[in-house]
């Protein structure tokens, strides 16, 4: 048997999302059921339930929906201006962490290329050949420098240019 996931048409897939956005702005129970009713061209639940993908996407927006829920009862236990007061700390703790994570990603592509400038980013890629979760979580932050060979072939061949220059004086 083929799976669903590899006949799902995106358009498919657009259109539970929607669906699902729906339900969770409106706080009605997110179900495969409650898709299926509301989706134009799926017309069971098991259609959702026996594809992956959609599965997935259901399962996603279903803990979204928990979490929603779960907040929503600690904020109704507090008062207005005790939850006006912790989202703009929350807010400004959020700022503060982007800024950090944007200060450590520059100053990583700053060591990174100045350990690239002395000749040991070879050493610095085998040691992250056995952390490769962490070396892929710097690269997706923009912490790794990125250039081909050519680029660093035609640096080189610059910087021995103008070497050569020099000695010739």
Do not use: C
């Not at 729906?22 to 495969?32: C, F, V």
């Not at 996603?60 to 829920?69: G, T």
């Amino acid at each position: 048997m083929t799976e669903p996931d590899e006949t799902t048409p995106p358009s498919d897939d657009d259109q539970m999302r929607e669906i699902l956005e729906t339900l969770l702005a409106d706080d009605e129970d997110i179900t495969a059921r409650a898709v299926a009713r509301l989706h134009p061209s799926i017309s069971a639940a098991s259609s959702i339930t026996r594809s992956k993908t959609r599965s997935r996407l259901l399962a996603e927006y279903q803990n979204r929906q928990a979490e929603y829920r779960r907040w929503r009862g600690r904020v109704a236990k507090r008062s207005g201006a005790d939850t006006a007061v912790s989202l703009a700390d929350k807010d400004i703790r959020i700022a503060e962490l982007k800024a950090t994570v944007q200060l450590l990603t520059a100053s990583h592509l700053a060591m990174l290329r100045a350990v690239g400038e002395l000749g040991g980013f070879s050493k610095w890629a085998r040691f992250y050949e056995e952390y490769r979760d962490a070396r892929d979580k710097l690269i997706d932050l923009g912490a790794v420098p990125t250039a081909t060979v050519a680029q660093l072939t035609a640096e080189i061949s610059t910087k021995l240019q103008s070497t050569t220059r020099r000695k010739k004086r």
